[in-house]
């Protein structure tokens, strides 16, 4: 059975962008680990382990990107980029205080030194706080959102693929599945300029 943005049941594994949005603003109410931890899964698509294995070197701050080593692979040493907004850069340099760390010789030290199911936690008690149930109320939920969001907003697929850190293309081409409101959105380019 090929993967799907869909439960059996018909019922999202995505965030909309609404719910996107309602995450973040409830994440803006925890403490600030929590608040960059949360911003950077929702602005990247990243996988919790890839977060939580970040060290303050990994954040460029002149850049603004984030370098995540890509752990679902079979060798270690897969990195790649992905964008950061402004914005997200700056709290992560305030909450993380990466430049003084840096001074420090810490840039190995990591960002957020929770366990797996910790991050995991975290998540989900933003997910409740936002009010957003059902299968896409968790960090996969996060991933598709984000995926789905990317092409909502007209980035490349190939862009798409190697942010989410994917080997195969047609892996990323799933997130092009997104119906209702999302759909209508994508279908919109096509508009731009008529009537």
Known sequence: MAWSLYEH???????????????LDAAK????????????LRD???????????????IDVADNAVVFESLKKRHRGIYRAVPLSPALVKKLSQVHDLQHQRGLGQSERRLWPWCRM??????????EEARIEG??????G???GFGVA???????????????????????????????AEERNIARRLWKGDG
């Open 150 to 180: 990317a092409l909502e907003a007209g980035i490349p697929l190939n862009l798409v693929q190697r942010w989410l850190g994917h080997a195969d293309l047609a892996t990323t081409a799933i997130y092009a599945d997104a119906s209702g």
């Open 44 to 58: 990247t698509g990243c996988r919790v382990s890839e977060a939580l294995a970040l060290t303050t070197r990994q």
């Open 118 to 127: 910790t991050g995991y936690r975290r998540v989900k008690e933003v997910m």
């Open 135 to 140: 299968p896409h109320a968790s960090p996969k």
């Open 29 to 40: 109410q925890r403490e600030p680990e929590v608040l960059t931890f949360c911003w950077l």
């Open 142 to 144: 996060l991933r598709h």
């Open 9 to 23: 049941t018909g019922e999202r594994k995505y965030l909309t962008g609404g719910e996107r949005r309602r995450f």
